[in-house]
């Protein structure tokens, strides 16, 4: 019967005596992102596992033939269903078996009347709606989230499902509501503001409805994955890029305040994605810190005060809304960099609390994570293989927040246009070359790529900042936009299990030393000239046009990860 099926087909085998939730049935049986699951009773493949269960019916054939369980010897048998004995061969057989969490509802098949009679008793107890909607929102979210989003975004969600809408679309609203709620900044206008921050939020309840509507109706993609992951960004610089023309309008140049807000943002991710990394499958990984936080989860209010001191996207958003409403743009900016900086202040203080009082081997796979955060470019690939290798568990950080500290030092304190910072640029390289000289397993080595990325968007700010150069600062907005979407773009590549962009991209755009050294290149030789602004543009747009048509190929590709990213709440 399954070879009547076509192969490019998902198969599902479901005994007749099932009695449980739909919901049950829709976990395990429809969920795209895995390709074989089961529940009790009941198991699916998809056509990459097709080939598995095969294999399964044969060794399970062969099985019952001798009189044998099915599955690895020694493993307990927890479903004697012939779905379960297929599913426990294709675990055996080496193809993993997903088996979602149910909670409360019931999947069951029972073999008495007695068990049958207590299974329909549990499934007319529990309603299959109501957990269904519970599901579709997140288990750790914000204050600000949790409490005044989630509470009816769910049901909008719901209704989205019944009318047929997809995530995507959601998504693509949300986006399309946050550029609208730019424009109306952009008109520099009371009533303009007013606008975009109503619109704001209204983008913002759009953001969280995509995701619930995904896991309400399980329609995860690859296509979600990749609107998911960036367009939060895109909205959210978008909008400062509007406060600042709308602030323009009014007589009030705050670009470098709206391109620092933006460069601050990038650093505190990049800080949480390369701890992330660094530490997710660590051998030991446990730390007097850790315990405490642990502790501290146990009391309710530390939890939802500890999740709003990071000032998490709901927050900020809400933050950025009301502000926008009844003050002025500088004012929101300076709110940003005030609250984002302190929220940077205190996650960082705790991750290398934790990092200096774990016990921790970190891994290959961490290690080569980090080096791709680390961003490379041919320069720093070249000083890495023929230059000395430090010894020392910290030499890794501290030569990168040297060689950080030394190029921003040098954009601040040379004069505009001095072949210094060149010079400068070029230490920056060689010493950025030396930090990833070897692998970077040491306890803080996740500073690495936070070091470069602060070093490359600080440059850039300084630099533009300084030109006195009519459009630079914008020029310089768009580069670092452009250049921080590449990033993001390694982040959720590396989180889907895909790895990093091909290298020739990284070499193409230069790797972030060699970007930086462009950069200063283009101060000494436009000095004071609006041939800096031009040429910071045409930088922008080409470092734009390569990552945004591989990034597109890559994520609409059959190779792309099937998941729609829960993300951070920041």
Do not use: N
């Given at each position: 019967m399954i070879s009547a099926v076509p192969a490019d087909h998902r198969v599902a085998l479901v005994d007749p005596r099932f009695i449980g939730h739909v919901h049950a049935l829709r976990l395990g049986l429809t969920d795209p992102r895995f390709p074989a699951a089961a529940v009790p009773g009941a198991l699916t493949a998809q056509p990459e596992a097709r080939p598995a269960l095969v294999r399964a019916l044969d060794t399970a054939t062969a099985a019952v033939g001798a009189g044998t369980p099915p599955g690895a010897p020694g493993a307990p048998v927890t479903d004697r269903t012939v779905p379960g004995s297929l599913a426990a061969a294709m675990d055996a057989g080496g193809t993993e078996v997903r088996r979602p969490e149910l909670g409360s509802l019931v999947a069951a098949v029972p073999t008495d009347d007695a068990t049958r009679a207590e299974a329909e008793s549990a499934l007319a107890s529990v309603d299959d709606e109501a957990v269904r909607l519970r599901s579709?929102?997140?288990?750790?979210?914000g204050f600000f989230t949790t409490f005044f989003i989630s509470p009816y975004s769910r049901y909008i969600a719901r209704w989205c499902a019944r009318r047929g809408l997809t995530p995507n679309q959601v998504t693509t609203a949300s986006l399309l509501t946050a550029l609208i709620a730019a424009g109306c900044a952009a008109t520099g206008t009371r009533g303009g503001y007013v606008a975009a921050g109503v619109l704001l939020l209204l983008s913002f309840v759009l953001d969280c409805t995509d995701g619930q509507l995904a896991r309400y109706s399980l329609q995860y993609s690859?296509?979600?994955?990749?609107?998911?992951?960036?367009?939060?960004?895109?909205?959210?610089?978008?909008?400062?890029?509007?406060?600042?023309?709308?602030?323009?309008?009014g007589g009030d140049d705050v670009w470098a305040l709206a391109l620092g807000a933006m460069v601050l943002q990038a650093c505190r991710h990049v800080i949480d994605f390369s701890f992330n990394e660094a530490n997710h499958d660590a051998v030991a990984n446990s730390s007097p810190t850790a315990a405490l936080s642990t502790k501290?989860?146990?009391?309710?209010?530390?939890?939802?005060?500890?999740?709003?001191?990071?000032?998490?996207?709901?927050?900020?958003?809400?933050?950025?809304?009301?502000?926008?409403?009844?003050t002025t743009p500088r004012i929101v900016f300076y709110a940003l960099?005030?609250?984002?900086?302190?929220?940077?202040?205190?996650?960082?203080?705790?991750?290398?609390?934790?990092?200096?009082?774990?016990?921790?081997?970190?891994?290959?796979?961490?290690?080569?994570?980090?080096?791709?955060?680390?961003?490379?470019?041919?320069?720093?690939?070249?000083?890495?293989?023929?230059?000395?290798?430090?010894?020392?568990?910290?030499?890794?950080?501290?030569?990168?927040?040297?060689?950080?500290?030394?190029?921003?030092?040098?954009?601040?304190?040379?004069?505009?246009?001095?072949?210094?910072?060149?010079?400068?640029?070029?230490?920056?390289?060689?010493?950025?070359?030396?930090?990833?000289?070897?692998?970077?397993?040491?306890?803080?080595?996740?500073?690495?790529?936070?070091?470069?990325?602060?070093?490359?968007?600080?440059?850039?700010l300084v630099l533009a900042a300084r030109s006195d150069v009519?459009?630079?600062?914008?020029?310089?907005?768009?580069?670092?936009?452009?250049?921080?979407?590449?990033?993001?773009?390694?982040?959720?590549?590396?989180?889907?299990?895909?790895?990093?962009?091909?290298r020739w991209l990284v070499r193409t755009i230069g790797g972030h030393e060699g970007r930086t050294l462009v950069v200063t290149v283009f101060a000494a030789v436009f000095t004071r000239h609006s041939t800096f602004t031009a040429a910071l543009t045409a930088l922008a747009v080409a470092v734009a046009l390569v990552v945004l048509v591989e990034s597109i190929r890559f994520w609409v590709s059959s190779g792309a990860p099937a998941v729609h990213d829960e993300g951070e709440p920041a």
């Open positions: 579709a929102v997140k288990a750790h979210d690859t296509m979600g994955a990749w609107l998911d992951a960036t367009f939060d960004r895109a909205k959210e610089y978008a909008y400062y890029a509007g406060l600042a023309l709308g602030a323009a309008r501290l989860d146990s009391v309710g209010w530390t939890v939802w005060v500890r999740r709003m001191i990071v000032l998490p996207i709901g927050e900020r958003w809400a933050m950025i809304a009301v502000l926008t409403a009844v960099l005030v609250g984002c900086s302190f929220a940077a202040c205190y996650t960082t203080a705790g991750r290398l609390l934790r990092s200096l009082t774990r016990k921790a081997k970190r891994t290959d796979r961490a290690a080569q994570a980090l080096a791709d955060l680390a961003d490379s470019g041919p320069l720093a690939e070249a000083v890495a293989a023929v230059g000395p290798r430090l010894g020392g568990s910290w030499s890794a950080p501290v030569t990168a927040l040297l060689a950080g500290a030394l190029m921003i030092a040098s954009a601040l304190t040379q004069p505009f246009g001095s072949w210094h910072t060149i010079l400068a640029a070029v230490v920056y390289a060689m010493l950025s070359g030396m930090a990833v000289s070897r692998p970077l397993k040491g306890a803080l080595d996740w500073l690495v790529p936070p070091a470069f990325r602060a070093a490359e968007y600080c440059t850039v009519p459009g630079a600062l914008p020029a310089a907005f768009g580069l670092v936009s452009a250049v921080a979407y590449h990033h993001y773009d390694t982040v959720y590549r590396i989180r889907g299990g895909t790895g990093a962009p091909p």
